[in-house]
């Protein structure tokens, strides 16, 4: 699998965690990883969606 996908699915999983109201920290990825970039990226989108603050 190439970084594109692992980006998706990175990007995906944040989506999927703020909507199951799990907390920011929660990202698996090491904060040196640009897969940690699009994990934080889907959260925050869809924190934004939902209308909830991202403390």
Do not use: I, N
Request: hydrophobic share 40%.
């Amino acid at each position: 699998m190439g970084f594109r996908e692992d980006a998706v699915r990175a990007y995906q999983a944040g989506r999927d965690a703020a909507r199951a109201d799990r907390p920011v920290t929660d990202c698996p990825h090491p904060a040196d990883s640009l897969l940690q970039l699009a994990w934080v990226r889907g959260y925050a989108a869809a924190r934004s969606l939902s209308g909830k603050a991202t403390d």
